[in-house]
């Protein structure tokens, strides 16, 4: 090819036209809603620019945690969402951080928890807020972190909360008097600490009866030491006189040796599998139709939905579309002069735990209650604690108050 | 033979640049004859015939074609239409059969729905081939297992298969052993009753020998056309070259001559079925010259003397060193040409420059901690580039752009810069015209006087008595004959012990 | 050629010498390769996944050209494929034939961008990738595609018999295109005698353009393949997350290759992708973690690649005499063109 | 995936070659005709080539005009965005600095990605175990040398082909950064925050980068390694009969590359003291697109150039950051942003290599 003009210009061109398609693309932005000077020194009571970490992006539930805050909140209080890409780890964090920085973010909500103490010391360092949207601190985290002034706190499901999920969930199962399970592991190998907590609570469950142990253990604290040993689950060290731990499966690798150790879970047909996430998702379709049930952690979409019509989920427990109302509503007060701290000043860390369903009809009635067009987390409900003077312990009182009972009963 | 014109080229002319190919050439071919067409290098004979076989348009000029007008667009239409072409290098693709590459681009004519009926296809290939007097390849095997020969004629079949008025066979023979070539002049005076021939050669003796007329050419002009009764090579190699050649073409002397030092000795090389018990010994000052077929062996004896061939047995050295590969050989100045220039000898994206620089960057970095400073190098490049009379604007110009004499001269710039002692020369002459082969024949009488070592290897007889002070003769990858520089030394002796 | 024996024990050696050595292990560790009733149609969906990303990766690099794109055309195609039918409906036919027709589409696109801009086939399909990739998770939002709400549109993947017959079809269609048709010889052409060709009046553009489509459908029913058997598409997946796949047909690729030699490479692709697929099974049979896996996989590569490097060696001059194979249509798959293709 | 294949090129020029060639030494005219057409040829050569050496300066000028303007339009804090623009692409211009001495070659490593994580993990646990900074360092440093020459090795030795050595390599890395991981019990191999915090900073980026970079331009245009190094990503044949060894020179070049990959992943531990088996999983593939923004002949040869992980690392991070500023946090940004820099990608390579285009596609 010789170089003309015409090359020249075409290329121009090309350049051009992508940016310009970026441009109109990202006016279309969804998230372009508030006044366009929103962000920057504008008074932070018009209207605050707060941006999401988020490590997951594809799920339904963080799609549903998405659609509230940018389609309800967003359009309820004069606030811009900001969300990061996918985040893969800490590097990524890192850059979406800088960016959000870079950007005038005036407070930052993560859902990202490969390197947290890392956003912390950003966010400290540009001086804007910081909150935890899900999971917790560890103890010695919280301890270096707490008295870092915008570091708002965190409200989730702390490890205990999760331990107790797994827990609830093999309850849930043996008292619907089965006996035989396989456990769907998920992120175990990669040492998702939520993942293992579960785990670790279901072999708890277990555990109860007096001929069952995994490996000697039967208490939490023991169990734990040997998952996170392991870096997996050995279903040769369980031994019972009374359960059965018929297979064993973790990650999402779909390749030839996974999906044979997912034949051999579904195989060997247990009652049910119990599956620390995303149960129904990865397992659903291969149960289909074979009377196993999955016990699963997950969120209250239409796809959990419909498997719990057919009957392949059995037992849901989820967060429910709008549980992340209460950290906004302290990120905003906080970002607008109001923090809430504890009596000795130091950010919080509030638990909050899951919502259950285990049928269509407990199902239907959760999201009926809950959904991005009416949250049970609405405006008023949220209004109150949003630089209104409400203390601390109001505010914790309310966060504690999250059952379906509490919120929708 | 009849003399009605089949084929005028009128008032042709063609440029690639400012370079001038065919300057208003006219041409004529009569219907019966062997029509050959001598020139060097460059001559415009390619390019003539290249237009006639439609493989490139001319720019101007016209063409009458059995009494019609003739303007082929590509070379399977000017095929199918009556005028084929062997070309000078191989057109065979390894990969695919004999007979996919006889209807390579045309297997069509078999396929039903896109399918190939094979069993067709195979039969028809071997009917080709038997019409030229080719018995015994297997049209279903890939070109690739054929030797060199075997793929030449599957060429020459791929074009007679067509049976075109019209056949131009471009300097083939030289890829082809006698039996070969008894093989294609059978054809071509087959041919003679279907059609005429158009034969482009070197080889004089060959061309005065096969052709009924021929015609000269020397810088786009066609300069005189001969009948065969008065061919005379006197006349028609001053017609080609357009002077007489003043001071004399190869070496002056008649007689051996070398110090006695041995530099370069080779004892017992074996090589599968290339070398075998090759023993040679090439002293300081002397110009050891190696002739044979080119399937004789004496290529890869080029290469293992330089310790490029995984040899079986036997070994090479160099002045007390043992040369057992490359490195070691540069390292210790010996040089290698290759016959294959573009592919072996140089770095085509290249600038003059780091070819001729990268035999010697070490050089080029002494003194200075291996340093290399743009200065010091292109001082070190300039030198040659002067002494060789490289043609180009620059060192910087890229070695693809240049012409085959220049090429050529980048390689030997490149191992003389780096003051190789022992240089063996592959061909050191193909595709290079005679100005630069007059220059080159110079290069190694001086290096011979300045008592470096040489081994010509090649596959021009003429060539190799021109420069050689012992001439070996290889057959089979044997050395079976050892001639001494003298004035009376006998070509057709020579030849006699190479087949 | 070799007598018929050698071919056959040529072409046997391997799969049969995988299955057994994984079949004794599985044995002296007490665990089954088949244990569940499903082991079969596990090995032969991995088989056709296998075979069919081989094939596609095969099909190109044999004409040095390296194809990064090939789990982007699986995503993309059979993104397009499951959003279509999914609002649009008309069940898994029309999810089946738009994902086909999607990919031969992304492949024909990827081929044209390659012979337009004509740049290295490996930095195009770098930018093709990035592009598919892209596009798919625009598609979505980066939602994942689940189909537990479309049953039928899954079931597919279950069926043993579905999966047989796509690796005998795509067997048989592959062989037929590239060994015994008209755009085969001049594919195959193209491949040893790249200008020889071209001035013979090859159209290599073209010839390129259909490779790639070919490359792309292949691609776009494993897509399909890959999505009924998880109940799932990541869509989401960018930032290059889709190139694995890839690597996992080199080791088939140089098995089929070498079997290549003693019968047809593309039944060697097949035979290749079963050995891989036994070696899985046997993974599940011996629980081991999959970084073990993946650890194994590679040291196997790295082992046959040295066996084959010093076989051709060795047999240099065995190969020789047998000048037969010498330069065989499959031939090219084994390490000097991947050499070319990918040093 | 040798970009110009000598052959074709002699092809193209072959016919006007011939009719160059007999410039015998008296015909002056002749001789001059010759030299003008070379000399023609010879500088359309040159012009194009100076284009397409150009073509990533441009690409690098318009993305910085357009950085500066959308990030001005949208009230972006410009001095921060400049700084994040270093930390994002140091480390990328680092590993692929170093990598240039592989492809320079026309060899294909793509386990890059994998052996930074390695060597940032194995930094990691010795800080961890000793607190020393320069053991730190020099365990990075060393551990990326090795793997890298294992891949040479097996390479030379086996004369394997060089990328599929690497694809093995990549998944073996990968099975062994799960295993340092696991040896700490637990998610991630942490390093303290307030170390790393310490020594995370620009000058201490700048100046490793100053120093490897000069290292490397160095040697590559100053040493005989780079220029053997051009000889053989030419023309391997021809480099050989030249009297270069193969795998001497593969191996210096490995040796060089992991030399940045060390250096790449010592910053690595200092950005992000925590490493999970997923950390610098984009690195591998990052540094290949920058190198090819960059400029550089993905095959090697003559055309090589030191400079390109530069330019084409600072592109890619503007280009990442101007689409972030646009597309903010718009559902499937992610997606478009892609797209733009596929197409952007694409368009750079095509101006890059043009001039350079034979009659037969390029392989």
Redesign the interface.
């Known amino acids: 090819m010789r170089i003309t003009r015409k090359t020249v210009a075409g290329t121009a061109a090309a350049v051009g036209t992508t940016l310009v398609l970026a441009a109109c693309s990202s006016t279309a932005s969804p998230e372009a809603s508030g006044s366009p000077d929103a962000d920057g020194d504008a008074a932070a009571l018009e209207s605050v620019k707060m941006c999401v970490l988020v490590a997951d992006v594809t799920s339904s539930e963080a799609l549903s945690f998405r659609d509230y805050y940018t389609q309800y909140v967003a359009s309820e209080f004069p606030v811009e969402f900001v969300y990061s890409d996918e985040l893969a780890d800490a590097e990524a964090e890192k850059t979406a951080m800088e960016g959000f920085i870079a950007n005038n973010c005036e407070a930052v909500i993560s859902f990202a928890s490969a390197d947290r103490p890392t956003q912390l010391d950003m966010a400290e360092d540009a001086g804007i807020y910081y909150a935890v949207a899900t999971g917790a601190l560890s103890e010695e985290e919280y301890e270096t972190f707490k008295d870092y002034e915008y570091y708002v706190g965190a409200i989730g499901p702390d490890v205990m909360t999760e331990y107790q999920a797994g827990y609830d969930m093999a309850q849930y199962f043996i008292g619907e008097g089965d006996t035989s399970f396989g456990i769907f592991g998920g992120g175990i190998p990669y040492y998702l600490e939520m993942h293992i907590y579960r785990a670790a609570g279901m072999l708890a469950a277990l555990a109860e009866d007096p001929t069952t142990s995994y490996g000697g253990a039967t208490e939490m604290g023991d169990i734990l030491g040997k998952i996170y040993a392991d870096g997996t689950i050995n279903i040769g060290d369980f031994e019972s006189d009374v359960y059965e731990l018929t297979g064993y499966l973790e990650t999402w690798d779909f390749d030839a040796a996974w999906q044979a150790s997912m034949a051999d879970m579904v195989g060997a047909s247990p009652d049910a599998i119990l599956a620390v996430g995303t149960g129904n998702a990865i397992l659903g379709s291969a149960v289909d139709g074979t009377g196993i049930q999955i016990g699963d952690i997950d969120a209250y979409t239409e796809d959990n939905l419909a498997a719990m019509e057919n009957g392949t989920l059995g037992y849901l427990a989820g967060k429910f579309t709008s549980i992340n109302g209460p950290i906004f509503a302290a990120t905003y007060s906080a970002v607008v002069g109001e923090p809430y701290r504890t009596e000795d000043g130091s950010a919080f860390a509030l638990s909050q735990g899951y919502w259950t369903a285990t049928s269509a009809e407990e199902f239907q009635e959760i999201i009926d209650a809950d959904n991005v067009e009416t949250p049970v987390y609405d405006a008023d409900t949220l209004t109150p604690f949003i630089a209104q003077g409400a203390t601390f312990d109001e505010f914790a009182d309310f966060v504690s108050k999250y059952t379906f009972a509490d919120l929708a009963g | 033979m009849t003399n009605d014109v089949v084929l005028t080229v009128t008032d042709m002319s063609k440029s ?6 065919l300057k208003n050439v006219d041409f004529e071919l009569r219907d019966g004859e062997i029509h050959g067409l001598i020139g ?5 004979k ?2 003539l015939t ?1 237009i006639i076989a439609g ?2 348009p001319a720019d101007s000029g016209t063409m009458i074609f059995e009494g019609g007008p003739w303007a082929p667009a ?3 239409e000017s095929l199918a239409n009556g005028i084929g072409m062997v070309v000078q290098e ?7 059969t004999v007979a ?2 006889l209807f ?2 045309e ?2 004519q078999f ?1 039903r729905l ?3 009926n ?1 069993r067709a296809m195979y039969a028809k290939a071997a009917a080709a081939l038997e019409a030229i007097g080719v018995e015994g390849v297997n049209p279903a ?5 054929c030797d060199f020969q075997t793929r030449k004629l599957v060429e020459l079949a791929r074009v007679m298969m067509y049976e075109p008025k019209v056949v131009v066979i471009d300097e083939t023979t030289t890829a082809l052993a006698q039996d070969g070539r008894d093989l294609l002049y059978k054809a071509m005076d087959a041919h003679k009753t279907r059609g005429a021939v158009v034969f482009i050669s070197h080889d004089l003796d060959e061309i005065m020998s096969v052709c009924d007329r021929l015609t000269v050419l ?3 002009d066609i300069i005189c056309t001969f009948d065969k009764e008065d061919f005379d090579e006197g006349a028609i190699r001053a017609a080609m ?3 007489s050649m003043e001071g004399h073409y190869y070496r002056e002397d008649n007689k051996a001559t070398s110090n006695d030092e041995v530099w370069l000795s080779a004892t017992g090389l074996n090589l ?1 079925d290339k070398l075998k018990d090759v023993s040679i010994e090439v002293r300081s000052g002397e110009i050891i010259g190696i002739g044979g077929l080119s399937h004789c062996g004496m290529h890869e004896l080029g290469k293992a003397l ?1 310790g ?1 061939a995984p040899l079986e047995s036997g070994e090479v050295v160099s002045r007390g060193v043992k040369i057992t ?3 070691r ?3 210790h100045s010996l040089g ?1 040409v ?1 016959k294959d220039r ?10 003059i420059r ?1 070819n001729i ?3 010697g ?2 050089l080029i ?1 002494k003194g200075r901690g ?4 743009k200065g010091a190098e292109n001082a070190y490049v300039q030198e040659p580039i002067d002494t060789l009379e490289i ?4 060192a ?3 070695v ?7 090429k050529q001269k980048v390689v030997f710039g ?1 191992w003389i810069a780096c003051g190789t002692e022992v240089l063996i020369l592959d061909c050191p002459t193909r ?6 082969k ?2 080159m024949y110079r290069l190694m009488t001086q290096l011979k006087d300045e008592g470096k070592a040489m081994v010509l290897i090649s596959e021009e007889m003429t060539e190799l008595m021109g420069m050689s002070d012992r001439l070996l003769i290889m057959k089979d990858g044997r050395v079976v004959r050892e001639f001494e520089r003298n004035a009376d030394l006998n070509e057709m002796e020579i030849i006699e012990c190479m087949i | 050629m070799g007598s018929f024996m050698q071919r056959t024990t040529g072409t046997l050696i391997i799969p049969v010498g995988v299955f057994a050595v994984v079949w004794a292990l599985a044995a002296i560790d007490g665990a089954s390769l088949f244990s569940s009733g499903d082991s079969l149609l596990i090995l032969a969906r991995t088989t056709a996944v296998t075979m069919l990303t081989t094939m596609a990766l095969a099909i190109n690099l044999n004409s040095g050209r390296f194809d990064f794109s090939l789990g982007a055309m699986a995503l993309a195609s059979s993104t397009i494929g499951a959003h279509i039918a999914i609002t649009y409906g008309g069940g898994f036919p029309a999810m089946a034939a738009i994902t086909l027709v999607a990919g031969a589409l992304l492949g024909a696109f990827s081929g044209f961008l390659y012979t337009t801009l004509r740049i290295s086939p490996l930095v195009s399909s770098l930018g093709v990738t990035l592009l598919y990739e892209g596009f798919a998770f625009t598609i979505t939002g980066g939602a994942n595609i689940s189909f537990t709400q479309y049953p039928e549109l899954v079931s597919f993947g279950k069926s043993l018999t579905a999966m047989i017959a796509v690796i005998i079809v795509a067997l048989f269609a592959v062989y037929m295109v590239f060994d015994r048709s008209r755009f085969g010889s001049d594919y195959r052409s193209l491949i040893t005698g790249q200008s020889a060709a071209v001035s013979a009046g090859v159209k290599e553009k073209g010839n390129a353009i259909r490779t790639y489509a070919v490359s792309g459908a292949l691609m776009g029913m494993v897509g399909l393949i890959q999505a009924s058997s998880k109940g799932l598409i990541e869509a989401g997946s960018i930032n290059f997350s889709t190139i694995g796949i890839m690597f996992t047909a080199f080791l088939p690729m140089f098995v089929g290759g070498y079997i290549g030699r003693f019968s047809n490479d593309k039944l060697g692709y097949l035979l290749g992708a079963l050995s891989m697929s036994v070696i899985g099974l046997g993974y599940s049979a011996l629980r081991m973690t999959s970084a073990e896996q993946s650890l194994i996989t590679a040291l196997l590569l790295v082992a046959f690649l040295i066996f084959l490097s010093n076989e051709e060696r060795v047999t240099r001059w065995w190969r020789r005499m047998k000048a037969g194979k010498g330069a065989a249509p499959s031939e090219p798959t084994s390490l000097e063109s991947v050499g070319a293709g990918a040093r | 995936m040798h970009d110009l294949n000598p052959t074709d090129v002699s092809k193209e020029t072959d016919v006007p070659v011939d009719t160059r060639n007999d410039a015998t030494a008296k015909a002056a005219d002749k001789a001059e005709s010759t030299a003008k057409a070379e000399a023609k040829a010879a500088s359309k050569a040159r012009r194009s080539k100076l284009f397409a050496d150009l073509a990533p300066l441009i690409g690098l000028a318009v993305l910085a005009i357009a950085f500066v303007v959308v990030g001005t339009s949208s009230g972006t804090n410009m001095s921060y965005a400049l700084e994040t623009l270093i930390n994002q692409s140091v480390i990328i211009v680092i590993i692929a600095t170093g990598a240039i001495f592989i492809f320079a070659m026309g060899s294909f490593d793509i386990s890059l990605g994998a052996s930074t994580l390695v060597a940032a993990m194995v930094a990691g646990l010795v800080h961890n175990a000793t607190g020393s900074l320069w053991l730190m360092l020099g365990a990075a440093v060393l551990t990326a040398v090795v793997t890298s020459l294992i891949s040479a090795t097996l390479a030379a030795v086996f004369n394997l082909p060089v990328f599929v050595t690497t694809v093995a390599m990549l998944s073996v890395l990968g099975a062994v950064a799960s295993a340092l991981v696991q040896t700490t019990g637990g998610a991630q191999i942490r390093v303290d925050r307030s170390f790393a915090r310490e020594y995370d900073t620009l000058t201490v980026k700048l100046i490793v980068a100053a120093v490897f970079i000069a290292l490397c331009v160095f040697l590559f245009n100053y040493t005989r390694l780079g220029r053997v190094e051009k000889l053989i990503g030419g023309n391997p044949i021809t480099a050989k009969l030249t009297g270069v060894s193969m795998k001497l020179t593969a191996i210096a070049a490995f040796g060089i590359a992991g030399l940045g990959v060390g250096l790449g992943a010592f910053l690595t531990v200092l950005r992000t003291p925590t490493l999970t088996v997923t950390s610098a999983s984009d690195i591998g593939m990052n540094i290949l697109v920058a190198m090819v923004f960059g400029g550089m002949v993905i095959s090697g040869g003559p055309r090589s150039r030191i400079y390109a992980a530069i330019i084409g690392g600072i592109s890619m991070a503007l280009l990442n950051q101007t689409m972030a500023i646009m597309l903010q946090g718009m559902a499937g940004g992610a997606g478009i942003a892609q797209m733009v820099r596929a197409v952007l990608f694409l368009a750079v390579v095509w101006l890059a290599a043009s001039g350079f285009r034979t009659k037969v596609l390029p392989r």
């Open positions: 690639f640049g400012v370079v001038r190919a060097e290098n460059g001559s415009g390619s390019t290249s493989s490139q590509t070379v399977n191989s057109g065979t693709v390894p990969g695919i996919e590459n390579l681009g297997t069509g396929s896109g399918i190939v094979r095997i890939p070109a690739g297992a020397r810088d786009g070259i357009g002077r599968e330089f490029a590969n490359e490195r050989a540069v390292r290698y290759s573009d592919t072996e000898s140089l770095s085509l994206a290249a600038s780091d620089a990268s035999a960057l070490r970095g291996g340093l290399i400073t043609k180009a604007p620059g910087g110009t890229i693809s752009t240049l012409s085959g004499g220049n490149k595709g290079v015209d005679v100005g630069v007059q220059a």
